[in-house]
């Protein structure tokens, strides 16, 4: 069972990432370029951590509970409140130094630059979920 967790998480963080950094490059083009603290590297991360950690935890989760639909709803629940915790989160963050002056211009938006960030790995792993999870 935790095999198919663990490609899971691989697959839907390879893929969470590949569409945060299609975000940040639309996002780069079109108001400010922040890839210098959001880079593909750290997306793969963010996005690797979030859908490995949910995974192992479904994992367990699916151990322990017998009923699969309140595991999957446990799981889902989880993951979804971590997400909107994050928001949070980046709302009481520092903003960063930027070195570019044109984006340290446009500082203001760099918080709403952020917070879709944290619901992509998420919409990622529920979207793959039913591929690999029955």
């Given at each position: 069972?935790?095999?198919?967790?663990?490609?899971?998480?691989?697959?839907?963080?390879?893929?969470?990432?590949?569409?945060?950094w299609?975000?940040?490059?639309?996002?780069?083009?079109?108001?400010?370029?922040?890839?210098e603290?959001?880079?593909?590297?750290?997306?793969?991360?963010?996005?690797?951590?979030?859908?490995?950690?949910?995974?192992?935890?479904?994992a367990?989760?699916?151990?322990?509970?017998?009923?699969?639909?309140a595991?999957?709803?446990?799981?889902?629940?989880?993951?979804?409140?971590?997400s909107?915790?994050?928001?949070?989160?980046?709302?009481?963050?520092?903003?960063?130094?930027f070195?570019?002056?044109?984006?340290?211009?446009?500082?203001?938006?760099?918080?709403?630059?952020?917070?879709?960030?944290?619901?992509?790995?998420?919409?990622?792993?529920?979207?793959?979920?039913?591929?690999?999870?029955?």
């Open positions: 069972m935790f095999k198919r967790f663990f490609f899971l998480a691989v697959i839907a963080g390879l893929f969470a990432s590949l569409i945060s299609i975000y940040s490059s639309v996002y780069k083009n079109m108001i400010a370029d922040f890839t603290v959001s880079g593909y590297w750290h997306l793969l991360c963010f996005s690797a951590m979030i859908t490995l950690g949910i995974s192992i935890l479904g367990v989760i699916y151990a322990l509970v017998k009923n699969k639909s595991a999957s709803f446990t799981c889902n629940f989880i993951l979804s409140g971590f909107v915790s994050l928001v949070f989160y980046v709302f009481t963050m520092n903003d960063p130094e070195k570019n002056e044109d984006s340290m211009a446009m500082i203001d938006y760099f918080k709403g630059y952020l917070i879709p960030f944290v619901f992509i790995p998420a919409l990622s792993w529920m979207t793959f979920k039913p591929l690999f999870i029955k």
